[in-house]
């Protein structure tokens, strides 16, 4: 089936500091989804990727879109101590019927912020 | 507008009984996705309803069901529990008929089993 392999599992920072993850596919996606989790908390969308190449910006996060459609990478500039959290890559799934808002997720970076 | 609103949020059962779970989708959002998160992993697709109809079903058996209501809100029932059903159970809203697959989660609702 359908795999997300993110990079790294975990990163420990201190404030102020960009911060790069990925997350890579075995097969083509044509849309690639970032979200945040907080502890307790449902999945929040960050950033959302629709064309190959493309690169899509929101507040400090920056996402791109890889030209194999294989990847995709999320960066977060001058981090703060609530980017602390659990960042998740997703992309449409094959199970059948249409694909809208049907998503395999990747098993998540978990990121943490040192004041 | 409202956002995607779940029920219980918490919620123990013993092995072997039966839980219904609520979701109540996005306003203007006619489809409703069910995600089963075991704790350090990522949320695992369990089944979507498009139009009040299963649309679409993760690698979960059929003792996992749903049901879509004509106002759009859903429900995941679960027989039989098993310990392993424990988990954050995530409801996702999303406007079926487009061509872009964003979802937006409602807060979950977590399940432990005994």
């Known amino acids: ?115 | 507008e409202t956002g995607v609103t779940q029920s219980p949020t918490h919620l123990i059962k013993t092995r072997g009984q039966q839980v219904t779970l609520r979701c109540s989708s996005q306003s203007g959002h006619n489809t409703v996705s069910w995600y089963q998160q075991a704790l350090g992993q990522g949320p695992q697709f369990i089944f979507q309803y498009y139009r009040e109809e299963e649309n679409g079903r993760g690698n979960f058996p059929p003792r996992f069901s749903g049901l879509q209501f004509p106002n759009y809100s859903s429900e995941l029932n679960v027989n039989a529990l098993e310990l392993d059903d424990s988990a954050l159970y995530l409801c996702a809203s999303s406007l079926g008929g487009q061509a872009h697959t964003e979802a937006f989660f409602g807060q979950g609702t977590r399940l432990t089993v005994v």
């Open chain 1, 1 to 115: 089936g359908q795999q997300l392999n993110q990079s790294p599992q975990s990163m420990f920072i201190q404030e102020g500091e960009d911060v790069s993850m990925n997350c890579t596919s075995s097969s083509i996606f044509n849309t690639w989804l970032w979200y945040k989790q907080d502890p307790g908390e449902g999945p929040v969308l960050l950033i959302a990727l629709y064309k190959a190449g493309e690169l899509t910006s929101n507040g400090r996060l920056t996402a791109q879109f890889g030209i194999t459609r294989k990847d995709s990478f999320l960066n977060i500039s001058a981090s703060i101590p609530s980017d602390v959290g659990i960042y998740f890559c997703a992309g449409p799934t094959s199970a059948g019927g249409t694909s809208y808002g049907k998503l395999t997720f990747g098993q998540g970076t978990i990121l943490t912020v040192h004041p």
